[in-house]
């Protein structure tokens, strides 16, 4: 599968964007989608993921409450609330996927990655 995000930009600290994963692929539907982000000088880390008929979500500690994952499988489309930026969040954003019906926690678990889409906020 390949993936494409976008929706990233220049926000003031308390703001909202909102990002979005398009996928090709007929797989789509079976497949699990997590945002990673990784700053300057840092790993690339975990945000948040949904499984693939949207029953399960997860976030990482530092976004839950401000974040939102949300999915249209008929879009093929992942999607990423984020309310009340931080300076912190800012970032390069990663889409990326496992293997069907596969969870994804780690950048271990990955098995696709999209190109990133650079969030700033500004203080």
């Known amino acids: 599968v390949q993936l494409q995000a976008s929706g990233g930009g220049l926000v003031q600290a308390g703001g909202s964007l909102r990002l979005s994963c398009v996928a090709s692929?007929?797989?789509?539907?079976?497949?699990?989608v997590g945002w990673f982000r990784q700053a300057p000088g840092t790993e690339r880390d975990f945000v948040a993921a949904i499984t693939w008929r949207s029953v399960n979500t997860d976030y990482a500690d530092s976004v839950k409450g401000r974040f939102t994952i949300s999915r249209d499988n008929a879009r093929n489309t992942v999607y990423l609330q984020m309310n009340s930026l931080k300076p912190e969040d800012t970032a390069v954003y990663y889409c990326?996927?496992?293997?069907?019906?596969?969870?994804?926690?780690?950048?271990?678990?990955?098995?696709?990655w999209g190109h990133g889409t650079l969030v700033t906020v500004s203080s």
């Open positions: 990326a996927a496992p293997r069907p019906w596969k969870t994804i926690q780690t950048a271990a678990d990955v098995s696709s």
């Open positions: 692929g007929r797989t789509f539907s079976s497949l699990a």
